[in-house]
């Protein structure tokens, strides 16, 4: 993966366990359990974003970091997880410049499918997917109906 490097940012792969990454996890997991149940939150821990088929991608302008997220590598396709951005970033296309580099590594290592899980209070998230040529599709993995869950996939050109 090479890095992706704007005027403002870049993003590369790093790891999460990093103190100021931690934190950015944290306000993201505050923000999904303020708007959805225990249930209805599919998030990954930090334990799980170390493990083998997981890239995690850290968005930063200078040495702060702004946004995140993370490839999840599974049979037969990739899954789009923890995507954030905090809040004095957005609207300046981070959010759609990580979810390209996740896509570009996902090409990468020969992944065709690309899916996800938002939530229905998550208007901007379901926009930044749909903008971005994903369209809705049945919960997919380990995933069970959930009236609060929108499930997205989009085909990829492999490399």
Request: glycine fraction near 8%; charge should be neutral.
């Amino acid at each position: 993966m090479r890095d992706f490097i704007s005027a403002e940012y870049v993003i590369r792969l790093e790891d999460p366990r990093q103190d100021e990454v931690i934190r950015m996890l944290s306000a993201l997991d505050a923000y999904l359990e303020s708007l959805y149940p225990r249930e209805s939150n599919h998030l990954l821990d930090l334990e799980s974003l170390c493990a083998p088929n997981i890239r995690f991608f850290v968005a930063r302008r200078g040495v702060g970091p702004v946004g995140c997220g993370a490839l999840r590598v599974e049979a037969g396709y990739g899954e789009v997880k923890r995507m954030f951005v905090v809040p004095e970033a957005r609207a300046q296309n981070v959010g759609r410049a990580i979810l390209a580099c996740i896509e570009d590594q996902a090409a990468r290592e020969g992944l065709a499918l690309m899916r996800l899980e938002t939530g229905i209070h998550q208007a901007a998230a379901r926009a930044l997917y749909r903008g971005g040529g994903y369209a809705e599709c049945a919960p997919f993995g380990e995933y069970r109906p959930d009236r609060l869950s929108v499930f997205m996939e989009k085909r990829l050109v492999t490399r």
